[in-house]
């Protein structure tokens, strides 16, 4: 079952209106963890740079976003958790990281459609219209029985006999809001033939678009907060006090090569050296005192919070009330047992 915007927008707007709210401020300099989201990465974890890119267009091996970079923030010590996802509302969100090789990569401040990266062969391809790729900023949800809780920087990339080589198998994948806001798995949108939006894309203040990016250079996400699927991302996060963002671009890459950007990580020397270069955030958000089961925030658990709750099945989502990036029996139980 999928939640609608239409649902989701009323939640918000009963949030905004609620009695009792506060505002919270988290900003971190550096991040809980951060990884090269790649199937190769022997290093999970510790690597000191992680690189952006697709697969080659047409290939049938891999993510079509095949190299990601998941950055990791815990809110938990400036934004209270568990009042419920549907108890915050977030009115800032930037995240930024910094750019690890020396003008490889053209910079590209717009989405470009999927039709850019398909086979030159394909009846529906069109041209890039401009020079690079974007570099988008995403959420990330999670598969092989893994959850929000449960996946460190350091998981193994899939799991069982699944193999590396095959697409949709890792086991934390970028999400972003499809064409109703249900998040979804984003990192195969070009075999899927839609173009997903990102919840940001990264700006360089200051840069012309084409230019290349050097070394050292600050890129900035503010995630746009006006989409309902990127509030529910966050407002689940921050019920957790766990915010895990996926960062990918589809530059077109053959056998490992290409103009790719690279990006610091925490375990860099020169980060470790300077203090310089880790990816930060800010976030503000409001909260309201509602009863965490208290979907809609009108003051009681009832009907309306389990067609909302329902509307969520199997998604992350504000319905997720025990925080493990899921909505599913357990959280129904948790709202059946505080029904009045």
Known sequence: MRTTLATFLVTSTVLATAAS???????AETPALDRWNYPFNPTPGTRITASTFGNAPGAPEFDNRDGQFIVGFNTSPSIPTGLGASSYLVTECIVSITVANDFVAAYDPTVDPYTA????????????????QPIELFGTGYRNGLT????????????GSQSVL???????YAVGGDSIGVLVDVSNSVRERWTPSPFAVGIVDGLKPGSLLAEGTTMRFALDLESPAVQQFLSA????GKLRFSITSLTMVTQGTGPFPAFYTKENPIVSATGIGDATITITAGTASCAPADLNCDRVVNAADLSLLLG?????????LNGDGLVNAADLSILLGSWN
């Open 21 to 27: 709210a506060q505002t919270y401020t988290y900003t």
């Open 117 to 132: 990266f398909l086979p030159a062969s394909d009846p529906s391809y069109i041209a890039d219209a401009d020079p690079g």
């Open 148 to 159: 929000l809780a449960s996946w460190t920087e350091t998981t193994p990339y899939t799991t």
């Open 166 to 172: 095959s697409p949709q198998v890792r086991s934390a």
């Open 237 to 240: 996060g921050l019920h957790a």
């Open 312 to 320: 969520s099945w199997g998604i992350p989502g504000p319905a997720d």
